[in-house]
């Protein structure tokens, strides 16, 4: 026992007399006192699933806390228990924070949670827009837009021409935030014929012209 002095009695035979002559020794042991602990609690948090190169989740989050001192008895604990956060935070986040103390003091570890549930919106559109009978004969430019009220949005928007000539042609577009989130737009029924109209049968040598020029 630290601070403790024990003794005892052994008997102790003396070989230069009989056997049943006994003699007794006598010892002390001090045991030192236990070193004072000088070191506040080790903190450690476990956090599953952990959060995304941008440091956002798009899931339920949980926190694990983990306080250890082997010096000395931790006394009391703070906003050490394990938590779930399944609902979405704000931007900036929900701050979760663990504070212990024993003999060596008091420590405190904090960690920021940021949790965006919600898919961004895409949105797509044509220009030009085609004509009553739904060709174009001209380039079409498809462009998309993509937002997040939230986490925001790895790319804001895409632009995609189109110029080959075809019926039924379309384009799509994946919207992803920055919590890993993703939302899909399409623009499809793209008609486009830019090649003139041709006349055949008009009589040889004949000073018959189409009109306009551009034949269009």
Same mark, same amino acid.
């Given at each position: 026992v630290a601070g403790e002095t024990l003794s005892s009695n052994l008997p102790l035979a003396?070989?230069?007399?009989?056997?049943?002559?006994v003699g007794f020794d006598a010892f002390i042991v001090k045991i030192a006192d236990a070193p004072p602990d000088t070191t506040p609690p080790a903190i450690t948090a476990s956090v599953s699933p952990g959060a995304n190169i941008n440091g956002w989740n798009n899931s339920p989050v949980n926190v694990v806390w983990t306080v250890v001192d082997p010096q000395s008895t931790i006394t009391s604990q703070t906003g050490c228990g394990t938590i779930t956060l399944s609902?979405?935070?704000?931007?900036?986040?929900?701050?979760?924070?663990?504070?212990?103390? &024993?003999?060596?003091?008091?420590?405190?570890? &904090?960690?920021?949670?940021?949790?965006?549930?919600?898919?961004?919106?895409?949105l797509g559109s044509r220009t030009p827009?085609?004509?009553?009978?739904?060709?174009?004969?001209?380039?079409?430019?498809?462009?998309?837009?993509?937002?997040?009220a939230l986490s925001g949005v790895v790319a804001a928007g895409s632009s995609q021409t189109i110029s080959t000539e075809g019926a039924g042609q379309s384009r799509m577009f994946v919207c992803q935030d920055l919590a890993g989130n993703t939302a899909t737009s399409m623009v499809s029924g793209?008609?486009?014929?830019?090649?003139?109209?041709?006349?055949?049968?008009?009589?040889?040598?004949?000073?018959?012209?189409?009109w306009p020029p551009n034949h269009k």
């Open positions: 003396n070989p230069l007399q009989g056997a049943l002559n609902t979405e935070t704000t931007a900036a986040g929900t701050t979760l924070t663990c504070t212990a103390t &024993s003999a060596g003091g008091t420590a405190s570890q &904090s960690m920021t949670i940021r949790i965006d549930l919600t898919a961004p919106i895409a827009g085609a004509n009553a009978n739904g060709w174009n004969n001209t380039n079409v430019v498809v462009n998309f837009t993509c937002s997040d793209i008609n486009i014929d830019k090649t003139p109209l041709t006349i055949s049968g008009m009589p040889s040598g004949s000073s018959c012209t189409l």
